[in-house]
């Protein structure tokens, strides 16, 4: 994908785009940001970093792209992910009960 920012544009591997994208959603929802370093694509076809600062004033648009694919990097995507799941209230998950805490005794005298 190219991503347009404000003042210039760069070619990423579509799910880092779409987890960058993502990430700045949240960013915004939480009036936060954050810097983050991705894999690009060069003018020339290698492969770089770049430095995304990302905060709710970002102004972001990704546009499909042939060949981006090998700029993916699946660790930095993770990275990404987890990011954005720090941003998130959490969530209570009910428990079943298991078959141990269901036979304990507690009218038992014995230690």
């Known amino acids: 994908m190219t991503l347009h920012y404000t003042g210039g544009s760069v070619v990423m591997a579509d ?6 994208i993502q990430y700045a959603r949240e960013l915004a929802a939480t009036k936060a940001s954050d810097v983050l370093v991705v894999p690009v694509v ?6 770089a970093t770049a430095e995304f600062l ?9 546009v499909p792209t042939e060949g981006a694919e090998s700029g993916r990097d ?3 995507i993770d ?3 987890r990011r954005a799941r720090l941003l998130r209230p959490p969530t209570a998950v009910a428990h079943a009960e298991t078959d141990a805490a269901q036979s304990i005794d507690l009218d038992s005298s014995a230690p």
């Not at 060069?42 to 492969?47: H, Q, R, S, V, Y």
Request: hydrophobic letters at 45%.
């Open 79 to 81: 990275d990404i992910d």
């Open 15 to 20: 799910d880092v785009a779409e987890a960058l």
């Open 74 to 76: 699946q660790g930095v």
């Open 42 to 47: 060069g003018e020339d076809g290698t492969l």
């Open 54 to 62: 990302i905060g709710p004033a970002s102004q972001l648009l990704a």
